[in-house]
């Protein structure tokens, strides 16, 4: 398992990654709700904004699929994995948006 670093995990530090998830998810609810076929492009920002995270918060080069980081929720590979093979779809953008929410409430509780 690859560990998070507490120093990457900070409350700061989370809150300015999730901060700028919230200006991304309206982006993306905005596009679903239009229809404009606008919703990949912003799917695609959110989802390398948050292995950037992962990453940067594990501490290791790139995001590695067959890994396991303890940052991540249950299950939290194999729903990114669908996410990433469907972000154009409606369902991808809500399970995203759930992904970030259990890894700031991991990262919460990682840092207790």
């Known amino acids: 398992m690859i560990a998070a670093k507490k120093q990457y995990i900070s409350q700061e530090a989370v ?3 999730y901060t700028k998830w919230d200006e991304l998810r309206l982006q993306i609810h905005a596009a679903h709700a239009a229809r404009n076929g606008q919703a990949k492009q912003w799917m695609l920002q959110g989802i390398a904004h948050f292995t ?3 990453t940067a918060a594990s501490d290791v080069s790139s995001y590695d699929a067959q890994a396991s980081y303890e940052l991540l929720p249950l299950n939290g590979a194999e729903r990114l994995a ?3 093979a469907n972000p154009a779809q409606y369902a991808s953008y809500r399970q ?3 992904l970030y929410k259990e890894t ?9």
Not at 104 to 112: E, F, G, S
Request: proline residues 0%; hydrophobic residues 45%; contains cysteine.
């Open 104 to 112: 700031k409430k991991r990262c919460a509780r990682l840092r207790v």
């Open 82 to 84: 669908f996410v990433q």
């Open 52 to 54: 950037e995270f992962l």
């Open 96 to 98: 995203l948006d759930e």
């Open 15 to 17: 809150d300015n990654w």
